[in-house]
T-cell receptor, first 114, second 116 residues
Framework: DGGITQSPKYLFRKEGQNVTLSCEQN?????MYWYRQDPGQGLRLIYY???????QKGDIAEGYSVSREKKESFPLTVTSAQKNPTAFYLC?????????????FGPGTRLTVL | AQKVTQAQTEISVVEKEDVTLDCVYE???????LFWYKQPPSGELVFLIR??????QNEISGRYSWNFQKSTSSFNFTITASQVVDSAVYFC?????????????FGTGTQLKVEL
């Protein structure tokens, strides 16, 4: 079955620790995205990548970093510089990364920083 | 800058009622794309429909229908004869047609609760 996998579903970390969220897709999509969802605020774009070894900042990139070494993988690191990291994180992909294509979403990772 | 407004934070209806979810957008582009997504309690967003700015035809898919009106910058979503399984958060989103990839701007979502 083709789809997007995010792991783990729930993640707990202590304040000040970096944490990496996994996102893998087997849809052969070129573009991948990371969104953050907070209650009542909808989804906001953190980073996106249209091709391997290339990525761009979204609207709220501060305190986050990404890499795109493989087409199927787009991990997101939440660094200690992120002031309020507790949120629901969603990964998405599309092919190609153009305006008219719908994005397919993974099941999300709920990160709680204690 | 583009913006999507979903003024209805939460709607509660009784099963079999019809319900309309409102979406108003702002963009300077003449070419753009509008989307609706459903987010059930599991959390994963499910794509429902895409509409481009040059196609103002309304669309019906089973119990779902969409009304796109450029004159009022609205792209409203109606569920006919709602069911409990329709309970979810629904997001409207906008993508502009210029280069720069497929960046979606989401509204804040409407929580729909369908009760027996």
């Amino acid at each position: 079955d083709g789809g997007i996998t995010q792991s783990p579903k729930y993640l707990f970390r202590k304040e000040g620790q970096n944490v990496t969220l996994s996102c893998e897709q087997n849809l052969n999509h070129d573009a991948m995205y990371w969104y953050r969802q907070d209650p009542g605020q909808g989804l906001r774009l953190i980073y996106y990548s249209q091709i391997v070894n290339d990525f761009q900042k979204g609207d709220i990139a501060e305190g986050y970093s990404v890499s795109r070494e493989k087409k199927e993988s787009f991990p997101l690191t939440v660094t200690s510089a992120q002031k309020n990291p507790t949120a629901f994180y969603l990964c998405a992909s599309s092919s190609p990364g153009v305006s008219y294509n719908e994005q397919f979403f993974g099941p999300g990772t709920r990160l709680t920083v204690l | 800058a583009q913006k999507v407004t979903q003024a209805q934070t939460e709607i509660s209806v009784v099963e079999k009622e019809d319900v309309t979810l409102d979406c108003v957008y702002e963009t300077r582009d003449t070419t753009y794309y509008l989307f609706w997504y459903k987010q059930p309690p599991s959390g994963e967003l499910v794509f429902l429909i895409r509409r481009n700015s040059f196609d103002e035809q309304n669309e019906i898919s089973g119990r779902y229908s969409w009304n796109f009106q450029k004159s009022t910058s609205s792209f409203n979503f109606t569920i006919t004869a709602s069911q409990v399984v329709d309970s979810a958060v629904y997001f409207c989103a906008l993508s502009e047609g210029r280069g720069g990839g497929n960046k979606l701007t989401f509204g804040t979502g409407t929580q729909l609760k369908v009760e027996l």
